[in-house]
């Protein structure tokens, strides 16, 4: 309640020295010119603590969060490095059941052409790497 007459307050006051504390506890807060900028201040501050302490939640929920899915990426990220390094494992034992014996399926399939058997349509197929052919088997 705005008294903008501060002798008038004051009178008041004087007559009930207690009624401040009882318009106060009736959650009314008395204010004349001198004090009504200080109480509007106190009030603006008190709000901006509230909404800074709301802002400094959400920007601790919004980083946990942030951390909680980096966490998961990571983790999928190994993950699927691990079944990269098992497709590579797999990939260099087919390839050299392809190419790298004398017991290789590419070694087998140019032994079988070198025995006659032609290549079906245009295919062709690549030199492997092993040297000792057998001529005939």
């Not at 506890?25 to 200080?38: G, N, R, W």
């Not at 939640?57 to 999928?76: C, G, K, P, T, Y």
Request: neutral net charge.
């Amino acid at each position: 309640m705005f008294v903008p007459n501060y002798p008038a307050l004051q009178l008041a006051y004087n007559d009930d020295p207690k009624l401040w504390q009882w318009a106060y506890s009736q959650k009314v807060l008395i204010t004349s010119a001198e004090t009504l900028m200080p109480f509007l201040r106190t009030i603006f501050l008190a709000w901006r603590n509230v909404e800074q302490v709301r802002n400094q939640q959400r920007i601790i929920e919004s980083a946990q969060n942030m951390i909680s899915r980096v966490a998961d990426f990571s983790s999928s990220l190994q993950t699927l490095g691990s079944k990269l390094e098992e497709a590579q494992k797999a990939y260099d034992a087919a390839d050299r059941k392809l190419k790298n014996s004398g017991q290789g399926i590419l070694v087998s399939a140019h032994q079988v052409v070198k025995l006659g058997v032609p290549l079906p349509g245009k295919k062709v197929l690549p030199e492997p790497d092993y040297d000792g052919l057998p001529e005939n088997s």
